[in-house]
């Protein structure tokens, strides 16, 4: 989609409210437009995209919000344009991804405090591992189920057709074979089924200062292994080599010993979500077309799946 901000705002007039005005660009991901507004004195967005379980998912998370844990409210979506409109109140901060080393330090706490919220984040009401849908329920019996699952090129899926591209990069195609092969025997039932955001530092986690502000984009959101959160910040490090993810760890370490908890094979674990994360984006550079990338990525996998 590409909506102007006229667009948007002759759409928020006629099908939102009259007074909404101050409509400017406020970010794009891979999936959606945003826009920022006002509706008298309140601060709001609007995203336009083309998939509406993602807005279902951000309006099913406001239940998991916890102290720690913003997620701002839904308070409208419907169908706009050739898709869907999603309209949440604002949060306001910089991207975690964008702060310096220091800031970053500051924010650690924050973080970790975060990953435990989703940790303990109560899913009992649902049932099911993987991406969870519009009822609040994943499809998948167990944590293998849903892991195996990204060797699928299904038309379902959004980057169907990525085998086929895949094929045209032996190297890739190699990288993709191997670390599959390798997750088979990784993925393991013996996980706990918690709330797992799964895109933490893609623009999805606002900050000011020494604290979260929000954290929204739930679409990529699964039921699973609360160890994928800090694998997805230890995957992705060397392409924000800024953030110090071992003071993370640490952290995350000390609030697992002062409740008393450790994750029980927390090395084989890690391991299969490295695995199943450097895949799933095997897949998706291959679907973008974006081989250095891919290149890159599958190099990442190979490194952490090995333990370097």
Request: aromatic letters at 12%.
């Amino acid at each position: 989609m590409n909506i102007t901000p006229q667009q948007a705002e002759v759409f928020l007039r006629a099908y939102f409210d009259p007074d909404s005005d101050a409509v400017e660009p406020a970010g794009a991901g891979a999936w959606s437009q945003c826009f920022a507004f006002r509706r008298g004195e309140q601060d709001l967005v609007v995203r336009f995209g083309k998939y509406v379980d993602d807005f279902h998912n951000d309006q099913r998370a406001q239940g998991y919000a916890a102290p720690g844990l913003p997620v701002p409210a839904v308070l409208a979506l419907g169908p706009a344009f050739d898709g869907y409109y999603c309209i949440s109140t604002h949060a306001f901060g910089v991207p975690l991804e964008s702060v310096n080393a220091s800031q970053w330090c500051a924010l650690v706490p924050a973080v970790a405090a975060a990953l435990e919220a989703l940790r303990l984040a109560d899913i009992t009401a649902a049932t099911g591992f993987g991406g969870w849908g519009q009822n609040g329920n994943a499809p998948y019996d167990s944590w293998p189920g849903f892991l195996l699952r990204v060797g699928d090129d299904t038309p379902d899926r959004r980057t169907h057709g990525w085998r086929m591209k895949l094929a045209t990069s032996p190297e890739g195609e190699a990288a993709f074979a191997w670390g599959f092969d390798l997750l088979q025997r990784a993925a393991s039932d013996a996980v706990p089924r918690n709330l797992v955001h799964c895109d933490l530092i893609n623009r999805n986690v606002l900050v000011e200062g020494d604290r979260i502000t929000g954290v929204f984009d739930w679409g990529c959101s699964t039921y699973g292994d609360h160890l994928y959160e800090l694998a997805w910040f230890e995957f992705w490090s060397p392409w924000a080599p800024q953030l110090d993810i071992s003071l993370l760890r640490a952290e995350l370490e000390q609030r697992w010993r002062a409740v008393s908890y450790w994750p029980d094979g927390m090395a084989s674990r890690l391991r299969a979500c490295y695995l199943h994360i450097g895949l799933d984006h095997l897949a998706y550079n291959a679907h973008l077309g974006d081989w250095p990338t891919l290149l890159a990525t599958a190099e990442r996998m190979r490194a952490l799946a090995e333990g370097g």
